[in-house]
Each structure stands twice: as structure tokens, then as C-alpha cells.
């Protein structure tokens, strides 16, 4: 069939709710080719998801967990250095197992993802498209296995990402952020609301792709066990792509419990991504100015020896008025 793609996804840990597979059965759905990489043999995956060896793209023993802060215990820390190396090595499409393809065409283009802001610039990394072998993404790979298990949340994640878009001067490939997340995380108690239902779907009438922030979900507690209030945007969702929800019901005032931390959490996380963006700053101008004092007493010693030996007068001349111009930078 024309238009037919290949998305991957990685899943590591609990089975598979219809939480986690609604995304994935969103593109299954409109003809397209899911391919799921895990780990573990004992996860039960659907037929119509085809599963693969994760040791495929990156053999390992250990899966790799955010060991601080709000993020701690998440495996998103290892599907970040996961997403890398598969796109490095296959290239193509990479999704989040959480994003739901609203139309059933892809945007045409080698190159795919969002940018949230353009200055500073900041990319989102939810939905990735990238042909094989990019340096990009084996910087990123690079940059990963450097950091092990000692990032903050996200610091592996979009931030890294973003630096590189800046790096390789990709920007230029970037779609509008509402293609890909036409809902933010501040909109998951929404998510769960019947009466916000309506708005939701409308919010995404225009968007290529949804990210469901199911990590959000897992920060806040909401439980796979437990299926989303009838009539909710969730529960729509659900009922669209056939899966059944799980039984009993949330309340929606359990779910405003759960997440009533949301805007505070958010605003936590940008204090620390703001604070970690200017200690680099800081540090990338303590490195410069550290060269350029090498720079300046390289200069000085030259000009040292060269006096020593009687340098010719106009040439003395010259090389001071390169040495001044060094000091007043």
C-alpha cells in the first residue's frame, strides 16, 4: 500500500496496558507498520505489533534509570539513549509508545520534529525521523553513554536533543510544535475530564500527532489497574482504536487529587532546566576565557624571544598591535 511506514517504539517494565497500547494501535490502525523493541520475552505483545529484540540496536545487561529527583525509577532514562541508537543505525521513523497518529498520512520529508521554542531554541524528541548514520544522532549516542546514570530528568532527553538541532544546525527541519503536541502535560487532569472532552478533541483537530505524557501519568500516580472516567478524552480514545478499558473506573476527582501537583511540578522543571542551561552558559565562557589566556601568554612569550633576539622594528610594532587587540578583547 502506497504511504505505508515503519514507526518504532521501545517498552521496558510493567505488561502492557491499553494505556500503553493505544498509541501504538493509532498507526496500526491507518495501515502502518509498528515495531516495538523491548528487552524482556515474558512482555506480551499483541500480533499486530511486531516485536524485536532490543539487543539488537543496543546489546546490554543493565536498563538504565533516572536515579534523581522527580524522575527517579524511570526507564524513560534508558529509552532516551535507545531512540539515539536506533535512528542512528536504521534511521526512520521513532515514536514514543504514548504518541497517537491522528491522520493517516506522514509529513514527506528525511528529516522530523518539533520545535517548542525557537529562541533559546527548544526541540521536542517525542516523534523523531532521521536517516541512518546521521552525526546527530551519534552524538546524542555519544553524549548518553557519557552521562550513564547521572542525568537529571530530561537532561538526556529534549535538552540534549535541542543542543544538537543547535550544533548540526538543524533547525530549519522543524515543524510547528502544535503538529506534534497539540496538548501539554498541564493537560492530563483535562485528559480524564468528560467535561473537557470536547474541548481536547477540538485543541487536536489540526495536529499530525498526540503525545499522551504517560510518564506524566506515572509521576502522578494514576494507575493502569484503573480505566479513565466514561465519556473522558481518554476513554474516547480507547473506544476509537477498539481497546477495552480496564475495569472499575477512575473518578475524576481522584485524578485532580492525583495530579493537582502538575503546575508546580512543571514549573520545578523549568526552574532546573533554566538553572542547568545558565551553569553551562558559565561554563562554556570560564573554557573561553581560559583559551584565550593561553592564547594571550602564547602571544606574550613569542614576543618575549623575539625581542631577546632583536626583532626588526616594524614587525615589533605589528605584533604589539595584534597583542593589544587581544587584551581588549
Not at 265 to 292: D, I, P, S, T
Request: charged share 25%.
Amino acid at each position: 500500500m502506497a504511504g505505508v511506514e515503519t514507526v518504532r517504539c521501545f517498552w521496558h517494565g510493567s505488561p502492557l496496558s491499553p494505556y500503553q497500547l493505544v498509541g501504538m494501535r493509532s498507526f496500526v490502525d491507518r495501515g502502518h507498520r509498528v515495531e516495538l523493541f523491548t528487552y524482556d520475552p515474558a512482555i506480551a505483545v499483541p500480533d499486530w505489533i511486531v516485536r524485536r529484540d532490543a539487543n539488537e540496536i543496543w546489546p546490554t545487561d543493565r536498563i538504565l534509570r533516572y536515579q534523581k529527583d522527580l524522575g527517579r525509577g524511570s526507564f524513560a532514562l534508558h529509552a532516551n539513549l535507545f531512540r539515539y541508537a536506533m535512528l542512528h543505525q536504521l534511521g526512520g521513523w521513532w515514536v514514543d509508545h504514548d504518541v497517537v497518529l491522528l491522520r493517516p498520512e506522514f509529513p514527506a520529508q528525511d528529516i522530523f520534529f518539533s520545535l517548542e521554542i525557537r529562541d533559546p531554541l527548544t526541540a521536542t524528541f517525542s516523534v523523531l525521523k532521521f536517516p541512518p548514520g546521521h552525526p546527530a544522532m551519534a552524538e546524542c549516542v555519544e553524549q548518553c553513554v557519557a552521562l550513564g546514570e547521572s542525568p537529571h530528568y530530561g537532561e538526556t532527553g529534549a535538552e540534549l536533543f535541542s543542543k544538537v538541532v543547535v550544533s548540526h544546525r538543524l533547525a530549519r527541519h522543524a515543524v510547528a510544535m502544535e503538529t506534534t503536541y497539540p496538548l501539554s502535560a498541564l493537560d492530563v487532569p483535562a485528559m480524564f475530564d468528560p467535561a473537557k472532552s470536547a474541548e481536547l478533541h477540538k485543541r487536536c483537530a489540526s495536529a499530525t500527532f498526540l503525545h499522551l505524557f504517560n510518564e506524566t501519568w506515572r509521576r502522578a500516580g494514576i494507575p493502569n489497574f484503573l480505566g479513565p472516567p466514561a465519556g473522558s478524552f481518554i476513554d474516547d480514545l480507547l473506544r476509537q482504536y477498539g481497546l477495552e478499558a480496564p475495569h472499575p473506573r477512575m473518578e475524576v476527582e481522584h485524578v485532580r487529587r492525583w495530579t493537582a501537583y502538575l503546575t508546580l511540578h512543571e514549573e520545578f522543571e523549568a526552574g532546573q532546566r533554566a538553572y542547568r542551561l545558565v551553569n553551562n552558559k558559565l561554563k562554556e565562557r570560564v573554557a573561553a576565557l581560559e583559551r584565550e589566556n593561553a592564547s594571550l601568554r602564547g602571544i606574550g612569550a613569542t614576543l618575549n624571544n623575539a625581542l631577546r633576539k632583536g626583532m626588526d622594528a616594524s614587525l615589533l610594532r605589528r605584533s604589539l598591535r595584534l597583542f593589544s587587540r587581544a587584551i581588549r578583547r
